[in-house]
């Protein structure tokens, strides 16, 4: 049950990766069919709010550390240029691959100029020219407003999804339906099943060791969560099911938890459980927190935060 204690900072941790907004267009494209999780960064969002800045510097990840160093590298500045960043993992011919999408206001022309001073040089694959960046990194302009990124076989699966032949985004119709539930938050992100049934497990701890869980999980469908910093923090997780039972057993595990960690809780620890409620609504498992910036910037500092995000 101690996994329990952890089940906000659990979630907020994986919500830290992704600042977003909705996607546009040419990103769609690009994104092959078969996902497992997209997550999006709102430069523009991160910028305007202190308390979202915070929580990226407390556990910026490394690709996208990384990313941002190649993008200097090449001339680009991702605190003026870029506007959104968007991560999406798939599955093609077995494997899973990364890519990364950003779009903003960039200087191609200009971009371009310099990196042939640079003597970078780029490969052509169909109408697209893929350039190096650095640890293996390639990238190509989709148009003045949209480049991607990624290792090479991962950047041609991009470059094949948008010229129709392999299968994008588009007609993923059960990861459509997700992302349209929650594109239009300032933070939003989506998982398929296979994420799902790990983020379940991770935020269960022991009580996924449960014969019953082995059952439930095939009932879980996909998930979604979105995240504001509107008058305060708010966070709402929702896992999809294939039934209202299964989203009722859910809530109810979690409840249990919630209320047996508030009873010997740590004073930070018991407020961020405090300030979370989980319920069911028809095939769907509901999670809500919702604090002030000051109360969520003391939980960013906190020990309980640092132990999890380690």
């Excluded at 992704?18 to 769609?28: C, D, E, K, N, Q």
């Excluded at 014969?211 to 998930?223: I, M, N, P, Y």
């Excluded at 504001?228 to 966070?235: A, H, I, L, P």
């Excluded at 979370?276 to 910036?293: H, P």
């Amino acid at each position: 049950m101690r996994r329990f204690s952890y089940l906000l900072s659990l979630v907020l941790l994986g919500s830290s990766l992704s600042f977003g907004a909705a996607l546009g267009t040419s990103t769609r494209t690009v994104i092959p069919s078969d996902i497992q999780q997209i997550i999006s960064v709102d430069y523009r969002a991160l910028r305007n709010s202190p308390t979202a800045l915070a929580l990226k510097n407390q556990v910026l990840p490394e690709n996208l550390k990384e990313f941002e160093t190649a993008l200097k590298g090449v001339g680009v500045n991702p605190d003026s240029d870029v506007e959104q960043l968007t991560f999406a993992s798939f599955r093609n011919k077995g494997k899973t691959r990364i890519i990364g999408i950003a779009t903003g206001q960039f200087p191609t022309k200009k971009l371009l100029v310099k990196m042939k001073a640079k003597k970078i040089t780029g490969t052509k694959y169909r109408s697209s020219i893929l350039y190096p960046m650095s640890n293996g990194v390639q990238t190509t302009f989709i148009d003045d407003y949209t480049m991607i990124f990624g290792d090479t076989v991962a950047l041609k699966d991009a470059l094949d999804a948008r010229d129709g032949e392999i299968e994008s985004l588009n007609s993923n119709g059960q990861m459509g339906d997700l992302i349209q539930s929650v594109e239009t938050g300032t933070v939003w992100s989506v998982l398929d099943q296979q994420g799902t049934q790990n983020l379940m497990r991770s935020t269960l701890g022991d009580a996924a060791k449960l014969a019953d869980f082995e059952t439930v999980k095939k009932r879980l469908t996909g998930s979604r969560y979105t995240m504001d910093f509107n008058q305060g923090v708010s966070f709402n997780l929702d896992v999809v099911t294939s039934d209202s039972m299964t989203a009722a057993t859910l809530s109810s595990l979690i409840k249990a938890g919630l209320l047996f960690r508030k009873s010997t809780a740590e004073p930070m620890e018991k407020m961020a459980l405090e300030s979370t409620t989980v319920d069911s609504d028809s095939g769907v498992l509901r999670l809500r927190f919702k604090t002030d910036d000051s109360k969520f910037q003391a939980l960013l500092k906190s020990d309980l935060f640092q132990t999890v995000s380690r």
